[in-house]
Every structure is written in structure tokens, then in C-alpha cells.
């Protein structure tokens, strides 16, 4: 068995060149071309496929005639780090309390790069090479919208009603762009990371006090397990 | 039966005659009808505004959230063990198969990998959900055709498995077993031998049910030619796990990406499809699959390997920045998580990919021109859980 190695599964992993998921990426770039501004291969696990907003559409295009038929899901991510703070206090309740308001953390996007807060992010399958790719696309502040990939995929109609509530994306194009889970005059996008999770802003979440150490096991922080 | 070849198109010419309120050929008007959010074949709070024209479903639209639990937004201020408790309760009914995903994912982005036997465990107690979760959905569905006889046997025969998961974990639906690095616990003595007299006990469970319900004519002529769903459209609307292979499309992630893990290429088992693609279909295939699943139970207990139940890991979780996609083949279907990590205690980003909310996606083109009573086994043999679709 493995012990815990380093997160760089690059050299980490036994393949250190994938040349299935490098030849799918050659593939995508003759069709997309300058479409494609980013991508990042996992050897033997992932390909990550980062396309400029205007080509959103025609990756979702480019990507059936590819094989890539079956759809997987559509979402995104708010890449701003949490103003409530990476440790589930607000920095608010730590200023009143007198201690010394911390250092907001930069804004760093994931694999395959990106410049912006919000980007959406889809995952395909192909059946008959047995490989899933994730698309992600960014997308500017001043024009949250994007092509819509319902046309193309019918399953991502509701994975886009999803995200328009959850992160306030407008998807152009889409037929009917109607609140998937919350009621019709619901106030803000619960999935954008400065929208508090009230529960925990009345009373704070105890949980953190779980990974205490155990008594007697003593103080090391970063102890080992039994 | 439904008799239309293109349920497509005789549901656009007769949506466009319901909207003058007057169906010109049989001069009928249309109706709105509610089922649920309180109706027993949703199986739980989902509603669909179905329009009707006299018995002839125009349109149907499922409305979900009245279970929306925000459980995205949740991961977020919890702790990775703490993740796992919650979302057992996406797939109340296989729970111990959404920590597994859920787990991989973590484990990868950390690096770490569990004990051979660990693996085995977790591959038989995910495949045990299966089985629980599968038998209660043939005996609900023939529950929900009139069948009464298929739900009593379907409940009586789901507590053999519960109780062997129970056994090992403490908690019938909610086991919460599962580790980053292995499991809590080893097996209990004598679980082994139990295990395998339920397995028989099960996989008896599936030659009754082959012959009380598949072999039934009624319930064949409910759901033989009803709710077709073709290859194309399946994939399209990222229909997974029984749905999809009930349209022939010969895929499972338990063979065609199975995560590092679980251990299914080590042992000798079938994926089964069938090309119909009706609801007649989808039951066959989750029968075969509750009974090749009881196998692979069986097959797996005879091979189990000795040795620890966890790797070394901290006692302090936290997982290094990166991100990772993992997904497995749920009882309902591809269940995937995508975690998003920044090296902290707490994931930044989850993004739950469950089976049932792209499975029940596909109910408004399927119910278009069905009857109602059809719309009855369609719902039903799409088979979903409403926490995973709602979240």
C-alpha cells in the first residue's frame, strides 16, 4: 500500500505521459483551434479542457462529433475565496472580537488555469473510448452568460437551470430559464461564495472541535492515526 | 398500450390544440393534472403538472425542491469525515455507495490508497446496497402496478441484506462506514458464512420475482412498448446506470472506468443491457443486476483478502489543493463528486453529480403522448430517490 505522497500526481503516478488523453486534446485543438486557451492532463486519470467563452458552444458541438456523446453534468465554481474565511469564522466576528483581521487569501483558479471568478465547468463521456473530459469555460464579471448547451445536449437543460440559480449564470439561448430548486423570488445565488450560510453566521458550527486531538493521545497536531 | 410511432411529433400538434382548450378531433378540452407532491409512485415530495388531453399526457413537468437540502453549499463549512455523514442521505436506500465515490475522490487528491482488504470490503458492502436498494425498487414498482404481493417480498427479503450491514457498520440505512485510507472497522466473526446465506437468500428472492412479476402478463402488458426510450436520447440526457442499459447501451463504470479502489476487475461478472429500451427493459435489467450484484458478493467473499482495514493517514484530515472527478456505478446510477480542494480542512467546491436528477430529466420527452396510467410505470421504472435528485 501507498503512503501519503505529494499532491503532484504528475510524477507521482506511474504513467508519466498519457498519450490516449494527449491525442483526444490534438484532436479538440484541430477542430477548436484558438478556441482552447488551457488544458491539463492527470496521466491515466483526467483531461481538463479550458476553451474561450465565445467557443463554448462549438466545443459542445466539436465534442459529439468527437464521440463524446454521453452528458455527464454542467456546473460551475465561484473561484473568490469565502469572505467568511477559509476556517469557517467570519472575519467580521474576528474584528469585533479584537484579534487581528487575516490576510485575504488570493483568488487562484484550478487545473487547466483561468483569469476570472466565475468559470462553468461540464463533464462528457465517450462511450466507445471510455473517457470523460471536463470543459470548463471562463466567464467575465460585467457579462455572466454563455451559450447554452441544450441544443446540443438535451440533458444539460436542468444542469443549467441549476447553475443560473445557484450562481446567477445567464445561459443565452436556453428555452426556459426557470428556478430549478428554489422558490420563484428567491434573493441571490446560494452557490456564490459570498452568499452567508446563515445557520452558521447565528451560531458557528461546532464541529471544528471534532478533529481535537483525542485525550491522552497528546498536543502533536498532525499526529498519526493508530 | 401507446400505439403512437412518433410520440414527438402527436405531442406538438395536440400541445398547440391544447392551448385553444379544444382538441378539434374529439372536441375535448384540457385538463391540468397535479401528481404529488404527495402522490405514492414519486416516492416521495416530487411533483409533475402533467397536461392532459382527455387520457393523453401533452406535457409533463417535473417540479423538484420541495427536498432541497443545499448540501453543496454544506460541504463547503464541513470537514471532510464530516461529509461523509451527510451525504449518506443522498441515496437513502444504497447509502453506503455514495461515501465510496466520495472517499476515492478524497483519497486520490491525498494520494493514499487502502489495504487490499479494505478494498473488498468496500466493493461487497457497495455491491450489498445494490441489492438492497434494487430489491426494494422491484417490489415498490410492482407495488405501484397493482402487485401488492412483490412489495411484501421485496420488504421481507431487503432485511436480510440490511441486516448484514448492519452487522458490520451499526446502522441499517446510514452506515457511514467508510474512511479516507480504509474503513472504521474489520468485518465481525462469523459474518462471512452469515453473509453468503443471505446472498442465497436474495438471489432466491430474484427467481421469485422473475417469475411474480417479469413473467407476469399483466404487468408485462403495463410496461412492455410503454415509455421507449431510444439510445440516442438516453445519452443525451446523461441517463445512467439501468435507465441507460435498458437502451443498449453497454456501459457501467463498474467495468468501463472503475476508480482505483474497488476491485471488480478481479473477479468474473457480467454487465447486462437490453435493447428495448421500455420500462419492461429497465426492470429486467436491474433484476439481472440485483442477482449478478448478489454474485459478485458472494464471488468476493470467498476471495477476501487478510490484512489491516486502514492505511496511515492523519489524524487531522486535510487534502491538498487540486481537483478530481469520481464516479461510480450507483444502484441508481453514475454517482459522481467533483471536489475542489485548496489544501484546507474543508473542500471548496463539490459538485454532486447524482444519478436520479439527469435520470427523471428525460420525463418530459418520454410522458409526451403517453397515457396516464403510463405515466404511472414510467415514473416508476426510471426509479429515482428524491434526495438524489433534490440534494
Redo the contacts between chains.
Sequence with gaps: ???????D?ET?EAPAIDEVRNDVLAAFSARLGDGIVGSRIQPG??L?IRVSRDSWAATAEAAKQLGY?????L?A??WMP?PFG???DAQEDIVVSGAQAKEPQPM?Q??AGGETRFQV?A?L?S?NA?M?V?FKADLPDSDLSIATWSN????A??HEREAKE?FGINFVGHPNLI????PTDFQGH??RKD?P?LA?RVRP?P??V??E?MPG?GDD?????E | MTTIDEPQSVADLAASATDNRVNLDFETEGMTLNMGPQHPATHGTLRIVAKLDGEQVVSAEPV??YM?R?Y???T????Y??INALINRIDWLGSFANEVPFILAAE?????????RAQWIRTILFEMSRVANISLFLGDFGLQLGGMTAGFYAFRDREWVLNQIEAVTGGRFHPNFDRIGGLKDDLPKGWIADTHVAMDRLLAFCDEMEDLLVGNEIFQSRTRGIGVIPE??A????LSGANLRASG???DLRR??CPEGLVYDKIDWKVWTHPDGDCFARTWVRLQETREAAKIVKQLLDTIPSGPV????????KV??????V?CENPLG?M?Y?V?S?G???PF?V?I?SAS??NI??IP?VARGAYVPDLISILGSLYFILGDI?R
Design positions: 500500500m501507498s503512503q501519503l505522497s505529494s499532491a500526481t507521482a486519470h483526467d481538463w456523446t454521453f452528458f455527464d453534468f456546473s465554481i465561484d469565502s477559509r476556517d469557517m487562484m484550478g487545473y465547468l463533464r463521456y462511450i471510455k470523460g471536463t446540443t445536449f438535451a440533458g437543460n436542468w445557484m428556478n430549478m430548486y428554489l446560494p452557490l452568499f450560510l452558521r458550527w464541529g471544528i471534532d478533529v486531538p493521545v497536531e498532525e499526529g498519526e492515526g | 423538484c425542491g432541497h443545499g453543496e453549499k454544506l463547503e463549512v464541513r470537514t469525515p464530516q486520490r487528491l491525498m494520494g493514499v490508497e487502502a489495504p487490499p440516442d436520447i445519452l443525451s440526457y446523461g447501451v453497454d456501459w468501463d472506468g486502514m492505511a496511515k493517514v492523519p489524524r487531522i484530515i491538498p489543493e487540486g481537483e478530481a472527478y464516479a453514475e459522481g467533483y475542489v485548496k484546507d480542512l474543508v467546491r459538485k453529480r436528477f439527469n430529466s428525460v420527452w433534490d
